[in-house]
């Protein structure tokens, strides 16, 4: 069974720094893209980045690009999300999410269950 | 950026009616790579349906998915009172990824 379990949420303030980590089980960690997505309040499904499964493909949408770093550890089944310069627009629950296949037109099929980000002074 | 437009925003109905859901798509979704998201309160996204009308494993056949280009429809038959949820449409054709508003279909 896929689970997916994301920590390191939490309160910080602006122009802080946060580490997001997950921790994968169930599948081969290493065959799948993983991605991050978040919801801010009131607003829609945001994807934020992705990385395959050797970390040699990694795109980030604009809103985060130079400031966000995703990155994965195969060896512990961990993904990683590196923010910093945070801004209050980056409050929101961050996702983790696998994709298969491993390819550009990789979709979501599993997600976890979330982990709170609030940016405030 | 391919902006996903879903419609209602609200759907009202009875268990055993069907709900239709449309996704409209600003340009047209390569290959149609679309795929709907059910979430139920206090869970995360489920996966129904993939390539548009592909359903993830696991799903019941009361859940059709369809469409091509820019127009996008998923379809549930005898609505079931599980199903009472939000539903979102994603387009992972190009990049940015990016998802619909999200159609809720309540009790009515």
């Known amino acids: 069974q896929v689970q997916l379990v994301e920590s390191g949420g939490g309160l910080v303030k602006p122009g802080g720094s946060l580490r997001l980590s997950c921790v994968a089980s169930?599948?081969?960690?290493?065959?799948?893209?993983m991605n991050w997505i978040r919801r801010s309040p009131g607003k829609r499904l945001e994807w934020i980045s992705y990385?395959?499964?050797?970390?040699?493909?990694?795109f980030y949408a604009e809103s985060v690009k130079g400031r966000f770093t995703i990155s994965r550890d195969n060896t512990k089944n961990s993904l990683f999300l590196q923010m910093d310069n945070l801004k209050a627009e980056d409050t929101a629950v961050y996702y983790c999410a696998r994709a298969l296949p491993e390819n550009f037109y990789a979709y979501v099929d599993s997600w976890g269950q979330g982990s709170p980000v609030i940016v405030s002074s | 950026e391919i902006v996903l437009t879903q419609s209602p925003g609200i759907l009202s109905l009875s268990p055993g009616e069907s709900a239709t859901l449309s996704c409209g798509a600003s340009?047209?979704?390569?290959?149609?790579?679309l795929a709907w998201y059910q979430e139920r309160p206090g869970q995360a996204p489920r996966l129904l349906m993939y390539g548009a009308s592909t359903r993830a494993t696991g799903i019941p056949d009361r859940f059709s998915g369809s469409g091509t280009g820019t127009d996008f429809t998923l379809t549930i038959s005898r609505l079931e009172p599980e199903d009472f949820a939000v539903y979102y449409c994603q387009q992972y054709a190009s990049l940015p990824r990016t998802f619909g508003q999200g159609t809720r279909v309540e009790i009515k």
């Open positions: 990385i395959s499964g050797s970390s040699r493909t990694i």
């Open positions: 340009q047209t979704v390569y290959r149609h790579f």
């Open positions: 169930g599948f081969t960690f290493s065959d799948y893209y």
